[in-house]
């Protein structure tokens, strides 16, 4: 489907708000890969408003981890503080030039969206440019409290509450769970890559249980202290799962099986870490394509018997 589908049923006006929207569509399209996948999966009416968070957090991202312009980390800082100030000032204002952030400003506008989560989010990034590790998990989830769990809850809006009768704060819960997540298996993923950017995003009182410290990390050779590392902070990530899971059925069953999927092929990632005897430093563990495209399309077809199943949406 198009992004002029897309946008047509999201009732999205106007050629600068329009080309917004596609900006961020494409950055998802070309980062997200199973985050899109899980994103067509959703009503067209809903996409493009989750491309717009997508785009958000991918472009802010950039603008820390980006070692192509060669910027000091001074720099890059002085970058990000720049763009945040004028990002917030935009927010409270309502209207932008950027056409990143006019998208999310117009979704924020109309999910009613916290403008507190973007200014988390924001706080995380920075400290992405000064700390480099963290020594509880205790201290990584403050972290990710800004950099996965906020996502989740400006998410919600979106994907809407099946049960009005469901407690807001118990969605929220399930969010939170499932961005933590998420996040978690991406740091599982990510280890070499994020050693060559200075940073170590498992917990130190973790690496000390297992006798693993950073040198030996840096070396990337997989030895049974690492497997046990590993291995521990997988189960760790496999029972936010678990504990986010029940919040799937509360969701509007539109969203249902993009919520599935979603988790279905990022918890996937961690099968295929222990699948590869837990090296992550050879190479970046990935699902194959064969099990994304299966998983993909037997979450289309729930995702098409939901829509037929839905009540048809007011007109006036």
Not at 21 to 43: D, E, K, M, V
Not at 263 to 280: G, N, P, S
Request: proline share 4%; charged share 30%.
């Amino acid at each position: 489907m198009s992004a002029r589908t897309e946008l047509d049923a999201a009732g999205i006006e106007g050629p600068a708000l329009r080309a917004g929207y596609a900006r961020c569509r494409a950055i998802n399209a070309h980062h997200g890969r199973t985050y899109y996948l899980a994103t067509l999966l959703l009503p067209p009416r809903k996409r493009p408003f989750v491309h717009a968070l997508y785009g958000f957090a991918r472009h802010v991202d950039d603008l820390v981890d980006d070692m192509t312009t060669r910027l000091s980390r001074g720099q890059r800082a002085e970058r990000l503080e720049e763009w945040s100030a004028d990002f917030l000032a935009d927010l409270e204002w309502g209207s932008t030039s950027d056409p990143v952030s006019r998208a999310v400003i117009d979704t924020v506008q109309r999910w009613q969206i916290p403008t507190s989560y973007f200014a988390d989010f924001l706080e995380s990034m920075r400290m992405d440019l000064d700390v480099t590790a963290y020594e509880t998990f205790e201290d990584l989830t403050r972290y990710m409290w800004g950099s996965a769990a906020v996502i989740g809850l400006e998410m919600l809006p979106i994907l809407g509450r099946a049960d009005p009768g469901t407690r807001w704060d118990v969605l929220e819960s399930h969010a939170i769970d499932l961005g933590t997540a998420f996040q978690l298996t991406n740091f599982l993923r990510d280890v070499a890559e994020d050693l060559r950017r200075g940073r170590v995003y498992l917990p130190e009182e973790s690496l000390r249980r297992f006798g693993v410290d950073r040198d030996r990390l840096a070396r990337g050779q997989v030895d049974e202290s690492i497997r046990n590392l590993l291995a521990w902070e997988i189960e760790r990530a496999r029972g936010l799962y678990a504990s986010a899971a029940p919040g799937i059925d509360l969701v509007e069953a539109s969203s249902r099986d993009c919520l599935r999927t979603a988790t279905t092929l990022y918890a996937d990632i961690l099968d295929e870490i222990e699948r590869a005897d837990y090296d992550v430093f050879s190479g970046r563990v990935q699902v194959s394509v064969a099990r994304r495209a299966a998983v993909g399309i037997s979450g289309l077809r729930g995702a098409l018997s939901a829509r037929r199943a839905a009540p048809p949406r007011p007109t006036g």
